[in-house]
């Protein structure tokens, strides 16, 4: 029977490795993005891979390097490589439609990229909302901030998921294997391929940090609290639990604060951002709403390193074995 492997990861060099295991198993590899217009020439090798990369913005510029390198050894080996992220494509032919002097009034409200529009606009806001909140607001209102940010985002990840499921199943029946690349939160992605699919192929979920678990413990999933909130409202969007909401919005705001944010450039030696994120997961989920609100006055002026070591002494925890300071691309 053909098979999918969705390979859920977090976008970070130390997962390459691992990433380019699987990848070479399959015969096809749908990649998180959208089309590029010198995405064929970078393979080929007729432009460099900083070339192709300099027009970008790059959330992870050294992750992106790697993972061209690799696309290119598995293009080489003969794998089909496809680009595929049908919401981004929309996204960014919108930019192009208002460039040319239109406005969001001439959007047809019937066609794709109204509702692509929509859930952007609505995640951007609510986004906003909570950088502002978050300046000079009080705890509850960052808390309920964080809540709105995370509905408004879960709608957009759920319209994100579903079309790229679609573009995905249009092409599956061309191939005997195929390697799903998503980012962890997509999980909705894995049940959509399998609403779509699960009648011609075995549709499979792999969580990649599991597969490295055994180097890299304790074993524990890669949700933050953020994470776990957004999904509920993805699975979930007219479900009411207050509570557990509450405390995962104020997790989630602890949590932005202690998790290192520069990218760390060690190849997978130590598994940095991964052992960090398991790190700054198992502090939080130790803290009730009240440790939060007291935690947040303790912490919201202080940069990364200072909040760490305050959540750690109010907890009374060693510090987590860490690979030293991150190493910045």
Known sequence: MKHITVGFSIHRPEMVAKTAELMERHEAIFLEEPPGKDFEKMLTGAISVDDYLMPLDLEYPAFSRQMCDLEKQLHAAGKELIQAEPFYEALLAIHDFFARGNTPDELDSNS?????????????????????????????????????????????????????AQEIALQADSYASIYVEAGTIHYFLWRELHKLMSHSHR???????????????????????????????????????????????????????????????????????????????????????????????????????????????????????????????
């Open 112 to 164: 794709l990229p109204y509702y692509v529009y929509l859930s952007e606009r609505q995640a951007t806001g609510a986004l906003l909302n909570f950088y502002k909140t978050a300046a000079a607001g009080s705890f509850d209102a960052v808390v309920e901030a964080v809540r709105q940010f995370a509905r408004a985002d879960a709608v957009r990840f759920r319209l994100r998921d579903s079309l790229r």
């Open 203 to 329: 549709v499979k979920p792999v969580f990649l940090d599991r597969l490295i678990a055994i180097e890299a413990k304790p074993r524990q999933h890669l949700y933050s609290p953020g994470d776990q909130l957004t999904l509920f409202y993805i699975f979930h969007p007219r479900k009411a639990a207050i509570e557990k909401e509450t405390l995962l919005a104020a997790r989630s705001i602890i949590y932005s604060k202690i998790i290192h944010k520069e990218e760390n450039t060690d190849n997978g030696k130590s598994f940095f951002h991964m052992t960090d994120e398991k790190a700054c997961i198992r502090m939080v989920k130790k803290l009730s709403i009240n440790d939060c609100r007291r935690l947040y006055e303790l912490i919201r002026q202080v940069q990364t390193i200072e909040a760490r070591r305050i959540v750690e002494n109010f907890l009374e925890m060693p510090p987590f074995p860490s690979a030293g300071p991150p190493i910045v691309a």
